[in-house]
């Protein structure tokens, strides 16, 4: 009979049982994580972390999204503060896994610490089920994202990987519970003969020191681990932006890569070209899996595009323009015969990432898989070793790392395409449409918060510079307004673009009163078709506007 009154030798030793249940979870969680980390760092296998992180993601709205995004102070404090969400929320899981795990041994623990093992053999009955248990939950709950591996195996292995991910870790945390349970916990119940006994039992303290002292060891071999994994992660660079006096026609990517970067992961894909494979499946004649070799030995092309984000906003920098080389989409969808049905092209990228287009966009000619920018090797970041290029649609459209082609008829697209057929289009971005609407922008003199930082001479010439971007329609026409768009006048386009790159335009301005006045930029695009003047915020369909920029002129 269990004795209940408040202050009990039995109710102290439950609620002791419970603290160091929860403290072995914890220690347990530690292995597991560093685990985690390791597997990450040196493998590329997906963290359950990130894995949770992406099959959720699509389930918010893009309002929640930007709203959080705009709470936590941008997208890096966001992914930021998400992985220590994650790594408090894993730590207090295994905790109560410890408890759980406690309290089943309770009954007779006396017989165990008094044979001095560590591993309570009765644990395994718990343990092996409880570990398949939630290995299992969690591959069926994450089915759809465990497709992710950060070193480029196909989507068919990389969902072995995943899983046998969870199973180690999982593992690591169980065994980590049994051992640390065992270090950490005395006999709690029985009779009072045998408490006192196991309470003098020596070494209890000296395997609680030993306890404690493992863990603080596996808390710095996981700061370590995390610390690499962090210095590699996308926080230093995602969301940068290429706009300003600096602004060239082709946006280097040396010595500095300046290109813009969006990547929704916390550390990007690392590819190892040697296991990468693209497969191209679905409703083709001939499926074919495709070595980054035989790609490469095909006939390619090199080919001027600009990308622009979606989150691009009025007179921002998410836009930038190089040269791809790569193999036309429509002479590599050929060699597979795609079936007359088909609609719809479905990309999966290393990092779980995926997107959909008409199929007929997928057969236009500049619609590349690149596998060089700039004359050099794509970038880790921009992609390596393959990604999609799509003039004319948002960058969100242009996956990077891509890793499978699917072909889907009209059943098929349907039944992808319920949520949307995009991990953003999922959460609601471009529910309009994914075509990029024709921008200009001033990029010189250097504008700060809607001003031109120095103020203009009156009298004196300066050479206002920017770009103008048509989407896949080209640019006819540049015209910059002096006073707050009553008046126009063309601007001279100096790097004329092709239909699916940017245009480079210089107008010569010679204030001729004193006084504040606001400039603006507005284009045409290769259809003549003026840009879209009405502003429009870059939620969730993507800004239109035009470019507004106060200048002050003073006496020369
Ligand atoms: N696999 C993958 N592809 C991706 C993304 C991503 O997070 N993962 N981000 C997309 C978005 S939103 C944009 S705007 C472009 C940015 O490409 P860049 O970083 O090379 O400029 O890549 C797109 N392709
Ligand atoms: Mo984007």
Redesign the pocket.
């Known amino acids: 009979m269990i004795d209940s009154t408040p202050d009990s030798p039995a109710r102290r030793s439950v609620l002791q049982t419970l603290i160091w249940g929860f403290f072995a979870g914890t220690l347990a969680a530690l292995a597991m994580l560093l685990c985690m980390a390791l597997l990450r760092l040196f493998l590329g296998w997906p963290t359950p972390t990130e894995l949770i992180f992406d099959r959720l993601f699509p389930l918010l709205t893009v309002e929640f999204f930007i709203g959080s995004l705009v709470k936590a102070g941008g997208y890096t404090p966001l992914k930021l503060q998400g992985v220590f969400g994650a790594l408090a929320g894993q730590i207090v899981v295994a905790g109560l896994g410890g408890v759980i795990y406690a309290l089943y041994l309770r009954r007779s623990w006396a017989a165990v610490n008094q044979k001095g093992r560590v591993l309570d053999p009765r644990g395994w009955s718990l343990l092996v089920p409880g570990v398949l248990a939630v290995t299992t939950l969690m591959v069926v709950l994450l089915w759809p994202t465990l497709v992710t591996n950060y070193r480029g195996y196909p989507p068919g292995t990389a969902r072995w990987i995943a899983s046998l991910e969870m199973l180690i870790s999982f593992s690591v945390c169980g065994v980590g519970i049994m051992f640390f349970c065992g270090l950490l916990n005395r006999p709690p119940s029985g009779p009072r003969a045998a408490r006192t006994e196991a309470d003098a039992q020596p070494g209890i303290g000296l395997r609680r020191f030993l306890a404690v002292g493992l863990g603080a060891a596996l808390a710095v071999a996981l700061g370590g681990v995390l610390r690499k994994l962090f210095a590699l992660g996308t926080f230093g660079y995602d969301g940068r932006q290429y706009s300003g006096p600096k602004v060239q026609k082709i946006t280097p990517i040396r010595p500095d890569d300046e ?7 916390l550390v990007d894909p690392d590819i190892s070209r040697d296991v990468w494979r693209l497969d191209i499946v679905g409703q083709v004649e001939t499926p074919r899996v495709y070595s980054f070799a035989e790609l490469a030995a095909m006939p390619a092309v090199e080919q001027e595009t600009t ?1 622009l ?2 989150s691009y906003g009025v007179g921002s920098g ?1 836009c ?1 323009n190089a040269i791809w080389k790569g193999v036309p989409l429509p002479m590599l969808l050929a060699q597979v015969k795609p079936k007359p049905n088909v609609t719809t092209v479905l990309f999966r ?1 290393a ?1 779980g ?1 995926y997107e959909t287009f008409r199929f007929a966009k997928a057969m236009e000619p500049t619609t590349l898989v690149a596998y060089e920018m700039n004359g050099e090797p794509l970038p880790q ?3 390596f070793p393959l990604r999609l290029i799509v003039p004319g649609l ?3 459209k ?4 891509i890793t499978r082609i699917e072909l889907l008829d009209e059943a098929d697209g349907r039944l992808h395409c319920r949520h949307g057929c995009g991990f ?1 289009k999922e959460q609601g971005w471009g529910r309009e449409g994914d075509v990029i609407p024709t921008h200009s922008r001033f990029d010189a003199p250097q504008v700060a918060g809607g001003h031109f930082k120095a103020p203009f001479k009156v009298g004196q010439p300066v050479e206002l510079r920017g770009m103008a971007f048509g989407g896949d329609r080209g640019i006819s026409k540049v015209e910059v307004s002096s006073d707050d768009g009553r008046t126009w006048t063309d601007a001279t386009i100096t790097k004329p673009g092709t239909k699916i790159s940017w245009s480079l335009w210089s107008y010569s301005w010679t204030p001729a009163i004193v006084g504040n006045t606001t400039l603006v930029v507005r284009a045409t695009d290769g259809n003549g078709a003026p840009q879209i003047s009405e502003y429009r915020d870059q939620v969730p369909d993507g800004a239109t506007g035009l470019h507004y920029v106060k200048a002050r002129v003073e006496n020369g």
């Open positions: 290109f813009y970067q969006v990547s929704k992961n990308l984000c979606i998410l930038s990228a990092d990432y970041r921009h992609g948002y960058g969100e242009n996956p990077k790392w953003y």
